[in-house]
């Protein structure tokens, strides 16, 4: 029965090999290389919203949808790809649920008709949809509060009142309390993720198996050491074989599986060579 199991898990094992060879493996999209979508809402989000939001906009479940700040105001969208009509899409529908309003300060100059830059806010954010005025402490900087406001938004703004008031200003210099940003994620490579977890594994593994060459040394040094090792490798082989051969994407749920299969190799080693000592 044992050497079924063996020979099984092997050719289990060179399948395994051969998918990966030439597919690769399967893997989540937050590990792939994509786009991340980062929206301030500054209240607390009802997360089934923003997921019915985006499967509305990038279709259903195309987006992974995770909370972020430091009291959880804020949204991050991992989605394979988007475009600015996306984007627009998803600011609106956002803005619809939660009404959200943003500032923008924006240098011009010491003189400067607040209502030139009233007309071009509104060709940009939509008209009469922004409140334009001057900055008390600084009359320089003009001040537009307007719906929820992309970096697109920006660029525009920033061009059109170049073009206006004959300015050379760069988009970086508009300041903006929070604006939604769209982000290229590079891919994750598994052998650096695999990275930060061997060296502690490694130290682990080695304390143990050491445990069990002392704890079992009746059985032979040499057989405790050859058989913990061999089930340790040939264990979590087959099953990352598996999640090749039946592309699983791996995710965080992938890995940790891994370290419980990991795990639970090593209590039936101990079980099953306590059962040989007490046989002698």
């Known amino acids: 029965m044992k050497k079924k199991i063996f020979i099984g898990s092997i050719v289990l094992i060179l399948i395994g090999i051969i998918v990966v060879v030439a597919a690769g493996f399967n893997v989540d999209l937050q590990y792939r290389a ?42 991050v969208i991992d989605i394979a790809d988007v475009n600015d009509d996306q984007i627009n899409s998803l600011k609106n529908k ?26 071009v806010a509104n060709e940009v954010f939509g008209k009469e949809d922004s409140v334009v005025k001057k900055v008390e402490d600084n009359e320089k900087y003009a001040e537009i509060e307007a719906n929820m406001i992309t970096e697109k938004d920006m660029e525009n703004l920033n061009n059109k009142l170049n073009e206006k008031f004959n300015l050379t200003n760069d988009v970086k210099s508009v300041s903006a309390e929070n604006v939604v940003m769209k982000k290229d994620m590079p891919r994750v490579r598994l052998t650096d993720m695999a990275k930060q977890y061997i060296f502690y594994t490694t130290i682990a593994t080695i304390i143990v198996v050491v445990y069990f060459a002392v704890r079992f040394m009746k059985l032979g040094i040499v057989k405790v050491l050859g058989t913990s090792i061999a089930t340790i490798i040939i264990s979590e082989l087959v099953y990352m074989s598996i999640i090749a051969i039946t592309r699983v994407a791996i995710d965080k749920i992938v890995i940790i599986a891994a370290f419980a299969i990991y795990i639970f190799a090593l209590i039936l ?4 060579f306590e059962k040989k000592l007490i046989k002698q």
């Open 269 to 272: 080693l101990n079980k099953e």
């Open 34 to 75: 994509h786009k991340s979508i980062i929206v301030p809402i500054g209240q607390n989000v009802n997360m089934s919203d923003i997921t019915a939001i985006t499967n509305e906009v990038f279709g259903k479940g195309k987006a992974v949808v995770s909370m972020a700040g430091l009291y959880n105001d804020e949204v």
């Open 94 to 119: 956002i803005n619809e649920k939660y009404n959200i309003n943003q500032k923008i300060h924006v240098p011009i100059s010491d003189e400067y008709n607040i209502d030139d830059v009233k007309t």
